[in-house]
C-alpha cells in the first residue's frame, strides 16, 4: 500500500505512519524488496514518520541483509534515504563497500544511472564515496558527481577535451 502512494506521489501521513506503525514489529517476514520499496515510498513523497525509530529499523533490517540487496534495490534505498535527508554510516559504506565489489567482480559493469544515483545520494547524506567513483570509472562508467561534475578519470577526460577544444590537436596526457 505504501508503494503505491509512493508511486502516485500522494502523502498521507497519517495513513503511511499507520502503515507503518503496522508493519515495524513484522519486519523479519518482509522480503528485502517490500524493505526497499517501503523505504522508497517515504523517500517518494518525503514522508518521515512519526517514529523516527522506524527508519533506524528498516535501515538494521536491510542491513542484516545487505548481502541480497540487488544493485536496483541499493539504488532505490539510497535515493530514498537521501531524499528523507537520513544519515546512517554503516549503510552508506555498506552500500559502497558492495557496489565496489560488484564492480570488480562482474563481467558487465553496473548500470550508469544505478552508480550515478547511489554517488549523489551518498554525497546528498555527507559522504564523497571515492573509491565507487574510481572503481566504476576504472570499469569505464563516467560517475556524474555532484560537486563539479565527473571525478577521477572522467575529470581529467574532460579536461583533455576542453584543451583539445582551446588549443586543437591532442591533449595527450599533458592535460591533467
Do not use: N
Not at 518521515?48 to 548481502?67: E, I, M, Y
Not at 539504488?75 to 531524499?83: D, E, N, T
Not at 558492495?98 to 559522504?127: C, E, N, R, Y
Not at 560517475?143 to 577526460?157: E, L, M, T
Amino acid at each position: 500500500m505504501l508503494y503505491a502512494y509512493g508511486v502516485l506521489r500522494h502523502h498521507h501521513p497519517l495513513l503511511m505512519d499507520a502503515a507503518a506503525a503496522s508493519a515495524a514489529p513484522r519486519l523479519s517476514e518482509f522480503s528485502t524488496q517490500d524493505i526497499v520499496l517501503t523505504v522508497w515510498a517515504m523517500g517518494a513523497v518525503r514522508h518521515a514518520p512519526a517514529d523516527p525509530a522506524l527508519l533506524q529499523q528498516l535501515c538494521a533490517a536491510l542491513l542484516a541483509r545487505r548481502r541480497r540487496l540487488l544493485p536496483v534495490e541499493l539504488c532505490h534505498l539510497m535515493w530514498a534515504y537521501a531524499r528523507l535527508g537520513y544519515r546512517d554510516v554503516r549503510l552508506v559504506e555498506s552500500v559502497v563497500a558492495h557496489m565496489v565489489g560488484l564492480l570488480q567482480s562482474s563481467a558487465a559493469p553496473l548500470p550508469k544511472i544505478t552508480v550515478d544515483t547511489i554517488v549523489w545520494a551518498a554525497q546528498q547524506v555527507g559522504f564523497w564515496p571515492q573509491l565507487l567513483i574510481d572503481t566504476a570509472e576504472m570499469r569505464g562508467v563516467y560517475v556524474k558527481a555532484a560537486y563539479g561534475g565527473s571525478s577521477g578519470g572522467g575529470g581529467r577526460r574532460a579536461r583533455q577535451q576542453q584543451h583539445q577544444q582551446q588549443h586543437g590537436g591532442d591533449a595527450g596526457d599533458d592535460g591533467g
